[in-house]
């Protein structure tokens, strides 16, 4: 009876999830994350087909691995029988089920051991799939379970009828850098401190993500450690296919100079030099940069180059330390709390200024920020909690900077 309530409690939770939240992206990630705590499950994703391809994509997904650049042929693998047949699938022993495809999740640093996959149905045809992978406590799912996903499913697949989700997987992205089972310690007393536990993820080209997470969850820790600013403890860190994770102090000094573009909370201004001059300044230290002239001119701020950073209101500081980065030509922008000093208008010219970075210059935007208002505009948003990966949501429709509400 107990277990009866708690799952018509857990389809309750769904339901007000499917038709209370605006973005369905955030409905469907807000339903499988309940699903999975309901059913205390270690990952999962939901599958969407895209039907010009007839392959599966992940549109959310959590837990250890990182698979968002995965795609599946429909009818192979769990995820493509399901979806090919329409009928739910309960796995009890992974390594020993045929239809098992070990590519997905034991890749990308999680071993599967147990999964449940329910097909989403709207009544005319599967559109894919919701796919939970390993009890916690290592327990096999049971039909109870089975069926409480289904439901869940139905709900879904009738939500993204009504309120229509295209999917489209012609452009692959481009793997810029990878990390796996990352692991990063400090010193503390007699012991260590485990501040990153096992990041498992992928950075694309030319993509805007953004890393939430609570204070002291190992988002600028993480971010440090893409950026060459710290090494990590455990695990492998590779750019662009090469291994980086236990670079030298010259590849890591040419890293930081020609590779990256850094944006802080405080702008680090070199309060002698005028706004151009700042921007000069990183400009020699790069073989090929922008002209300086120019990066001042891509944050709208060429009427003031001429303006010491005293004689700046705090948005336009931030805007000279975006043409900072962006005059290096860099390959990656990482950029902590940019907005987190400025108030809303400030904070949307800003935002502007990195959205036409990623659009038009084919930049990669790392952020780290508190604010989940911002998350909207990015293509995909990471989740850490407690030193590992949450979870990951695709934007299927991201929003423009002066767009967002807070």
């Excluded at 599966?56 to 493509?80: C, K, M, Q, R």
């Excluded at 009928?87 to 999964?115: C, E, H, W, Y």
């Excluded at 922008?333 to 990195?354: C, G, K, N, R």
Aim: hydrophobic share 40%; with cysteine; net charge negative.
């Amino acid at each position: 009876m107990a277990e009866e309530k708690r799952f018509t409690r857990a389809t309750w939770r769904i339901m007000e999830q499917l038709l209370e939240v605006n973005s369905l992206e955030d409905a469907l990630s807000g339903s499988l994350e309940i699903i999975s705590e309901v059913l205390n499950s270690e990952a999962g994703a939901i599958w969407l087909l895209d039907k010009a391809t007839d392959r599966l994509a992940p549109l959310f997904h959590f837990g250890p691995a990182d698979v968002s650049n995965i795609t599946v042929e429909n009818g192979l693998g769990i995820e493509g029988v399901v979806t090919r047949t329409g009928k739910s699938i309960i796995v009890k022993d992974a390594a020993n089920d045929p239809r098992f495809d070990g590519t997905v999740f034991d890749d990308n640093g999680l071993v599967t051991r147990t999964m449940l996959c329910v097909p989403l149905n709207n009544m005319h045809e599967v559109i894919g799939c919701v796919q939970l992978v390993n009890k916690k406590d290592r327990s096999v799912y049971d039909e109870d379970e089975l069926q409480l996903c289904e439901h869940m499913a139905a709900l879904a697949a009738m939500t993204i009828e009504e309120k229509g989700l295209l999917v489209d997987l012609s452009e692959e992205k481009e793997v810029l850098a990878v990390l796996r089972d990352v692991v990063k310690e400090f010193p503390s007393g007699d012991s260590m401190l485990r501040v990153l536990k096992g990041i498992n993820l992928e950075i694309y080209k030319n993509e805007f993500v953004i890393i939430l997470g609570e204070s002291g969850c190992g988002k600028t820790t993480m971010m440090n450690i893409i950026g060459g600013m710290d090494f990590l403890s455990g695990g492998t860190l590779q750019i662009e296919g090469k291994d980086f994770s236990h670079p030298t102090d010259a590849e890591l000094t040419k890293f930081r100079r020609e590779y990256v573009g850094f944006i802080f909370q405080s702008y680090n201004l070199m309060p002698n030099l005028t706004a151009l001059e700042n921007v000069q300044f990183i400009a020699e230290l790069v073989k090929y940069p922008m002209p300086p002239k120019e990066a001042i001119a891509k944050v709208k701020l060429s009427d003031r180059e001429n303006n010491y950073p005293g004689q700046l209101s705090g948005g336009q500081q931030q805007r000279v330390s975006i043409a900072r980065a962006i005059v290096k030509n860099p390959k990656l922008i990482l950029a902590d709390e940019p907005t987190a000093a400025l108030d809303y208008t400030t904070s949307i010219e800003v935002l502007s200024v990195i959205e036409d970075i990623v659009k038009n210059q084919g930049t990669t935007v790392l952020m780290v920020t508190h604010n989940a208002e911002i998350a909207k505009m990015a293509d995909r948003v990471v989740k850490l909690r407690n030193g590992k990966v949450a979870s990951i949501k695709k934007n299927m429709h991201p929003l423009h900077a002066e767009e967002l509400v807070w």
